[in-house]
Protein backbone atom coordinates (compact mmCIF):
# COMPACT_ATOMS: atom_id res chain seq x y z
CA UNK A 1 0.00 0.00 0.00
CA UNK A 2 1.47 3.32 -1.17
CA UNK A 3 1.17 5.58 1.66
CA UNK A 4 2.52 9.53 1.45
CA UNK A 5 2.76 11.78 4.83
CA UNK A 6 3.14 15.58 4.97
CA UNK A 7 4.60 16.86 8.26
CA UNK A 8 6.38 20.60 9.23
CA UNK A 9 3.47 22.55 8.43
CA UNK A 10 1.95 25.14 11.06
CA UNK A 11 1.70 29.26 11.46
CA UNK A 12 4.27 31.59 10.51
CA UNK A 13 4.89 35.01 10.65
CA UNK A 14 4.99 36.87 7.17
CA UNK A 15 9.04 36.54 6.17
CA UNK A 16 9.41 33.43 8.34
CA UNK A 17 10.70 29.92 7.59
CA UNK A 18 9.24 26.36 7.42
CA UNK A 19 10.26 23.09 6.23
CA UNK A 20 7.62 20.67 4.88
CA UNK A 21 8.67 16.70 4.55
CA UNK A 22 6.86 13.85 2.80
CA UNK A 23 7.51 10.63 3.47
CA UNK A 24 6.84 7.86 0.97
CA UNK A 25 6.21 4.09 1.64
CA UNK A 26 5.07 1.58 -0.67
CA UNK A 27 6.95 2.72 -3.45
CA UNK A 28 10.18 2.29 -5.04
CA UNK A 29 10.77 6.36 -3.72
CA UNK A 30 14.12 6.53 -6.05
CA UNK A 31 12.24 6.14 -8.91
CA UNK A 32 9.56 8.49 -8.75
CA UNK A 33 9.55 12.18 -9.64
CA UNK A 34 8.06 13.93 -7.02
CA UNK A 35 5.93 17.34 -6.77
CA UNK A 36 4.65 19.96 -3.91
CA UNK A 37 1.13 21.28 -4.61
CA UNK A 38 -0.82 23.64 -2.93
CA UNK A 39 -4.33 24.97 -2.51
CA UNK A 40 -6.25 27.60 -0.90
CA UNK A 41 -9.93 27.00 -0.88
CA UNK A 42 -12.25 27.58 -3.94
CA UNK A 43 -8.97 27.63 -6.23
CA UNK A 44 -7.47 24.94 -8.15
CA UNK A 45 -4.71 22.95 -6.80
CA UNK A 46 -0.84 24.74 -7.77
CA UNK A 47 2.17 23.08 -8.55
CA UNK A 48 4.97 24.50 -6.39
CA UNK A 49 8.21 22.33 -6.57
CA UNK A 50 9.19 19.00 -9.14
CA UNK A 51 12.30 17.08 -8.49
CA UNK A 52 13.51 14.55 -10.72
CA UNK A 53 13.54 10.87 -9.37
CA UNK A 54 17.55 11.50 -8.69
CA UNK A 55 16.70 14.80 -7.17
CA UNK A 56 19.13 16.24 -9.86
CA UNK A 57 16.79 18.74 -12.00
CA UNK A 58 14.62 20.86 -10.25
CA UNK A 59 11.51 23.53 -10.93
CA UNK A 60 9.82 25.99 -9.65
CA UNK A 61 6.74 28.55 -10.47
CA UNK A 62 7.42 32.21 -10.30
CA UNK A 63 5.67 32.34 -7.30
CA UNK A 64 7.89 30.72 -4.89
CA UNK A 65 10.99 30.58 -7.32
CA UNK A 66 13.99 32.16 -5.00
CA UNK A 67 12.56 31.51 -1.78
CA UNK A 68 11.39 28.04 -2.09
CA UNK A 69 14.19 24.78 -2.10
CA UNK A 70 12.60 20.98 -3.06
CA UNK A 71 15.33 18.28 -2.17
CA UNK A 72 14.82 14.64 -1.83
CA UNK A 73 16.98 11.97 0.17
CA UNK A 74 16.29 8.83 -1.38
CA UNK A 75 18.15 7.28 0.89
CA UNK A 76 15.01 7.90 3.86
CA UNK A 77 12.48 7.89 1.46
CA UNK A 78 12.14 11.62 2.41
CA UNK A 79 11.30 14.81 0.35
CA UNK A 80 11.80 18.66 1.49
CA UNK A 81 10.61 21.61 0.62
CA UNK A 82 12.46 24.39 2.29
CA UNK A 83 10.25 27.40 2.40
CA UNK A 84 11.76 31.01 3.30
CA UNK A 85 9.97 34.18 3.48
CA UNK A 86 6.68 33.41 3.32
CA UNK A 87 4.09 35.56 2.32
CA UNK A 88 0.39 35.87 3.60
CA UNK A 89 -0.51 34.60 -0.21
CA UNK A 90 1.40 30.95 0.66
CA UNK A 91 -1.16 29.85 3.01
CA UNK A 92 -3.11 27.09 1.80
CA UNK A 93 -2.75 23.32 2.29
CA UNK A 94 0.16 21.53 0.77
CA UNK A 95 0.36 18.42 -0.81
CA UNK A 96 2.85 15.64 -1.26
CA UNK A 97 2.73 14.08 -5.12
CA UNK A 98 4.48 11.34 -6.37
CA UNK A 99 4.33 10.16 -10.19
CA UNK A 100 5.56 6.68 -11.02
CA UNK A 101 4.54 4.16 -13.62
CA UNK A 102 2.14 5.94 -15.38
CA UNK A 103 0.54 5.87 -11.80
CA UNK A 104 0.05 9.11 -9.30
CA UNK A 105 0.00 9.03 -5.48
CA UNK A 106 -1.17 11.81 -2.89
CA UNK A 107 -0.97 12.70 0.71
CA UNK A 108 -3.39 13.91 2.54
CA UNK A 109 -2.01 17.49 2.80
CA UNK A 110 -0.76 19.69 5.19
CA UNK A 111 -1.73 23.24 6.50
CA UNK A 112 0.79 26.10 6.09
CA UNK A 113 -0.62 29.58 7.68
CA UNK A 114 1.24 32.48 7.33
CA UNK A 115 -0.27 35.31 9.60
CA UNK A 116 0.82 38.03 11.43
Known amino acids: QVHLEESGGGLVQPGGSLTLSCTVS????????MRWYRQVPGKERELVAWISSAGGSTIYPDSVKGRFTISRNNANNTMYLQMNGLKFEDTAMYYCHAFLDWNEYWGQGIQVTVAS
Open 26 to 33: GITFSDAN
